[in-house]
C-alpha cells in the first residue's frame, strides 16, 4: 500500500539523518514517532517523490 511504503520511507529518513548528524536531529519511533531538531528538507523530498515515482 502507498501509504505504508511512504511512512516506511519518510521515517527511514529521519533515521537516516538522525545518524548522520545526531547533534542536530534526535528520532524517536517508539508507537508514535517524536522528532526534535533540524531536517534537511530537500533529503526528505527527494525520498518521498522517490517513493511515489517507483510505484508497484
Do not use: C, T
Not at 511504503?5 to 529518513?13: D, K, M
Not at 508514535?32 to 530537500?42: N, P, R, T
Amino acid at each position: 500500500m502507498l501509504e505504508e511504503e511512504l511512512r516506511e520511507a519518510i521515517i527511514g529518513e529521519f533515521k537516516r539523518q538522525a545518524a548522520n548528524r545526531p547533534d542536530a536531529l534526535r528520532v524517536q519511533d517508539g508507537g508514535e514517532l517524536a522528532v526534535s531538531g533540524k531536517i534537511d528538507l530537500d533529503a526528505l523530498v527527494m525520498v518521498i517523490a522517490g517513493s511515489v515515482a517507483v510505484g508497484p
